[in-house]
């Protein structure tokens, strides 16, 4: 299909009638007189009338067999994307499905590549077929280029080399995926001329003479094929074709070959009914020509890794020229179409997903059905497929397009931009529209990723993320931060022990002590021995072993005893030796302690409870222990804090629920620190993997002061809340 001067309408309606001659031409009139009025005075470059553009390419969709509404679509695609014609009119004058497909060009018409490496990426082909949605569109994008590519010569040289750059890159290798060879071998020898016109030249002389031999060599080893298989009664079907410009182009590149070395100029296929056959045929064309040595290869005794399976045979004409014969089954056939992707493997040298094979296969399967239209119907419900249903395409803001598993967010989104964008991603911009981080992606959104220099990932977002990629940065971020908290807690737990015993960290705690005891655990650094001590991997009394000096690590043994023995005295009340600060009503001779149950401190209402065994125990006046205690009010002796009372501390307990944090100790205990108040003792208890209960006995003043402490425990980030306890606290040594 040539173009021609003056193209008329009618054209289309009898190529069309040719194929389906019950066809309603009702909405071909329509769009053509829609498209004319839009398209107005518009003139391409050709100086012919823009109309003609549109007219050509629905006369090639007539080449495709396609049904009307494709050759709607295909008079009205240009009319959005260069007039002020919208999709909605397009929608309320022809409908739903033409006005799908015509948005459907239009985007594809936007995308825009930054780069030749881009264009040539896999995922642009993939996005192009994903987008569409309607395997219609893609056709009619094929055509439209075709037409484009054919009217080239009325263009600027950089504007033909860019738009052959961009059919080579894209649109051929689609055309070859969709089986459409003819299409795709056209494309690339028209681009061909524009992209390498010097190689073009040459090649054009050094096949011109070759050419009409070829075919006529062609007819003739059909012929005799043919005839030689009738005699040995085998069925079969012979056909043949030359190579591309393009393809041999390529080969020479490739292989670093002159025209001369390139052999499968001239290529026959043998299809046969049996594999036997297939053997029959090869004796057949070898007594005909003498086959070249080495070049015959069995791959139906020895299948490819990829299931294909034929007879490669290369024999040498009396006119010396190389022809290469392919004999296969036409099982066979089916087989080395289905495998689709080992084709488009081997001829474009990229890697397809191995997936793609059914998907094309079916593809392929369309256009088939689409050629023939027996089944036009069954055709049209079948063209709106999800061609990669396992994967989502979506645009940077730069319109360079990022292929995705489906399900992907914008998380994964933000990681394959660049880890940092992922590390602090707390949403995104999809087609100018805020959303959030567990937003499904989808094919042909524009996606931006949201920023904040403070967000960190968490495990949450494994949940979220779908990629890889993604995945592993999340977790190796979370890791790398633990080990961080973990260095620093291990730091903080070694300085707090030293100090709590009077052992100044300066003089203990040095680089090279801590180099010594990394040696001496086997840490290679003196970081992973305060990670490890920070995971508690390391007990903190084998490493102060390892810090201490003999002598000093006796004295600090001896140290940890003495808090016990604190207990053991405020236990027996008998030998007091310090005012509790609290005066009775009874007088004061008496021995008077404070309850270890609620531990009261000044400012809590007290009362005295006079136990025979203990002397005059002062509870809170809210202890349940004291409400439990038996109704003897005489035993009930009025208290009252001293106000003048020497400053002492006073035991209080305090409950902390938190997040379970590696660090979360070491900022409640400097938090407490910071309020001047002490840490007696502590009991750790997770309650699940994601919180934690801590229960304190800390020293303070008073209750203004207790308060104080709890209000600073509170605003410790992962802090849940912080209670005082009217219970007593387990103490461990
Ligand atoms: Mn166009």
Redesign the pocket.
Same mark, same amino acid.
């Given at each position: 299909m040539r173009p021609r001067k003056g193209i008329h309408l009618e054209d289309i309606i009898e190529s069309l009638r040719r194929y389906e001659p019950e066809a309603d031409v009702e909405c071909l009139l329509k769009a053509y007189a829609f498209a004319s009025k839009a398209h107005g005075g518009q003139v391409r470059l050709s100086g012919q009338a823009y109309m003609s =553009?549109?007219m050509e390419?629905a006369l090639i969709l007539t080449t495709f067999k396609m049904p009307p509404e494709v050759l709607t679509t295909a008079l009205l =695609? /240009?009319t959005v994307e260069d007039t002020e014609t919208t999709v909605t009119e397009i929608e309320a004058n022809f409908g739903k499905e033409v006005a799908h497909m015509v948005e459907g060009l239009t985007k594809i018409a936007k995308i825009k590549f930054r780069s030749r490496e881009e264009r040539q990426a896999e995922n642009v082909r993939k996005m192009i077929l994903a987008l569409s949605e309607d395997i219609r569109i893609v056709v009619i994008k094929l055509a /439209?280029r075709l037409h484009?590519m054919r009217t080239l010569e009325y263009l600027m040289p950089e504007r033909q080399k860019a738009i052959s750059e961009e059919t080579l890159d894209i649109y051929a290798p689609i055309a070859n995926r969709l089986g459409i060879f003819w299409l795709r071998r056209e494309l690339e020898d028209l681009s061909f001329k524009y992209v390498h016109p010097v190689e073009y030249g040459k090649l054009i002389k050094l096949t011109k003479e070759y050419k009409e031999e070829a075919e006529s060599l062609i007819h003739l080893i059909c012929k005799r094929v043919k005839e030689g298989l009738l005699k040995e009664r085998i069925a079969a079907e012979v056909s043949g074709r030359t190579k591309g410009l393009y393809a041999i182009y390529t080969k020479m590149v490739d292989q670093n070959l002159d025209f001369d070395q390139i052999y499968d100029i001239i290529g026959i296929r043998v299809m046969t009914k049996s594999v036997v056959g297939c053997y029959g045929a090869l004796g057949i064309v070898h007594s005909l020509w003498k086959p070249i040595h080495g070049k015959l290869k069995d791959y139906i005794a020895l299948p490819k890794e990829n299931m294909y399976q034929s007879l490669h045979t290369t024999v040498l004409m009396n006119t010396g020229q190389r022809v290469e014969f392919q004999l296969r089954t036409q099982q066979m056939h089916i087989v080395s179409e289905e495998g689709f992707a080992a084709h488009w493997h081997y001829k474009e040298g990229g890697s397809p997903p191995v997936d793609d094979n059914k998907s094309l296969f079916w593809v392929r399967r369309l256009i088939d059905l689409g050629k023939d239209l027996d089944n036009s119907e069954e055709f049209l419900e079948n063209v709106k497929v999800d061609l990669f249903p396992d994967e989502v395409y979506v645009f940077t803001p730069q319109q360079e397009v990022k292929a995705f598993p489906r399900g992907a967010t914008p998380i994964d989104f933000a990681y394959a931009v660049h880890t940092e964008i992922g590390d602090h991603c707390v949403g995104a911009l999809v087609n100018s529209k805020e959303v959030r981080l567990d937003y499904i992606l989808e094919n042909g959104d524009v996606v931006e990723a949201i920023t904040v220099d403070t967000q960190q990932p968490n495990k949450d977002w494994l949940k979220i993320a779908k990629t890889s990629h993604a995945r592993s940065k999340i977790i190796s971020n979370i890791r790398t931060r633990e080990r961080a908290d973990a260095v620093r807690l291990g730091q903080e737990i070694i300085e707090a022990e030293l100090l709590k015993y009077s052992f100044p960290p300066e003089k203990y705690f040095t680089v090279p002590a801590l180099e010594e005891a990394a040696k001496a655990f086997g840490c290679k650094t003196s970081d992973i021995l305060l990670q490890r001590v920070g995971f508690q991997r390391i007990p903190l009394h084998s490493l102060l072993q390892r810090l201490l000096p003999a002598k000093e690590f006796k004295s600090l043994e001896a140290a940890k005893k003495r808090p016990l023995k604190s207990i053991m005295r405020r236990l027996s009340w008998r030998r007091p030796k310090e005012s509790v600060g609290v005066r009775v009503s009874a007088g004061d001779n008496m021995l008077i302690n404070l309850a270890i149950c609620c531990n009261p401190i000044p400012g809590d209402g007290i009362a005295g409870y006079a136990s025979g065994e203990k002397g005059l125990v002062i509870h809170c006046r809210s202890c349940p222990t004291l409400k439990d205690m038996e109704p003897n009010l005489e035993k009930f002796v009025d208290a009252q804090w001293e106000e003048n009372g020497k400053k002492r501390l006073y035991h209080a307990s305090i409950m902390v629920h938190s997040r379970n944090r590696p660090w979360i100790l070491a900022n409640i205990s400097t938090a407490i620190a910071h309020c001047k108040a002490n840490i007696y003792d502590a009991v750790v208890s997770p309650t699940d993997n994601r919180s934690g209960r801590l229960k304190l006995t800390v020293e303070v003043e008073n209750l203004p002061h207790l308060k104080k402490m709890l209000d600073a425990v509170k605003k410790v980030d992962g802090v849940k809340s912080a209670v005082r306890l009217m219970e007593k606290v387990t103490v461990k040594e």
């Open positions: =553009h549109p390419v =695609h /240009d /439209d484009n």
